[in-house]
C-alpha cells in the first residue's frame, strides 16, 4: 500500500504533480466551459420562445441537432471541421495560415454548445412558467424590454433554472473527460499516462474517481448555498 501511495508523490517518478496539472486544466475548462453555454443557450431559449418564427426554427434546430449528437462526435466536427474553417477563413482574409485550433479552446466550444443545447430547454420552460402578466404589468410601467427582463424576469428565470442548470454541471464535469481524445492533458489524460507507465490501473482510476466525486460534492454544496439563497424571497412570500 506504501508502494502505490508513492506513485501519488510530487517527486521526478511520482505522479502527484502530472494527476494535480491534469485536475486544474479539468478544473479550469469546465469553469470556461460554463459562462459560454450558459449565454449561448440563454440565446436560444429568448430566440426559440421569441416571436419571430423563423429564428425561433432555426434555434430549435440547432438545439434539437447537438441534443441528439453525441457528445465525443461534437468535438470531433469542432476540432477537425472547426479548425479547417478558421484556417480558410483566416487564409482568405489576410493570406496567411492561422495555425492550429487549441485543443481546449475547441473542447469549450463544443462542450459549451452540448450545454446550451440542453440548457435552452430548461430556460424556455422557465420563461413559460412566468406568468405573461408580468410582462404586460411593466409595460404599463413603461419599462423596457431589457429593463424588464433584467429587474423583473431574470431574478424568476434563474430561480426556476437552477436546479436544471446544476444538473448540467455536473454532466459538464463528466463530459470534460473526453478532451483526453485530442490529446489534451486533464485528469484522464494524465491518469491514463500514469497506468500506461505504471501498470496500476485500478489504483489510478480509483484515484481519479475520489478526485471526481469530491469535486461534484463541492459543486453539489455550492449550488444548494445558490439555490437556497435565490428561493429566500419567495419562501417568505409564501409564508
Known sequence: MVEL?????????????????????????????????LLLGLGLALLINGKNRWLAKLATLFATTFRALPELLTLFIIYYGGGMFIQWAWLSAFGTPFGELSGFVAGMIALGIVF???????????????????????ASLGLSRARTFISIIAPQLWRLSLPGLGNLWFVLLKDTSLVSIISLADLMRQTQLAVANTKEPLFFYAVTCLIYLVISMLSSSIVAVLEARSNRGFARERT
Not at 502530472?18 to 460554463?34: E, H, P
Not at 422557465?126 to 410582462?135: D, E, K, N, T
Open 5 to 37: 501511495l508513492d506513485l501519488l508523490s510530487f517527486r521526478p517518478d511520482g505522479w502527484g504533480h502530472a494527476l494535480l496539472d491534469g485536475l486544474w486544466l479539468t478544473i479550469r475548462l469546465a469553469l470556461a466551459t460554463l459562462p459560454f453555454g
Open 116 to 138: 446550451s443545447a440542453f440548457a435552452s430547454e430548461i430556460f424556455v420552460a422557465a420563461l413559460r412558467a412566468i406568468p405573461v402578466g408580468q410582462h404586460e404589468a411593466a
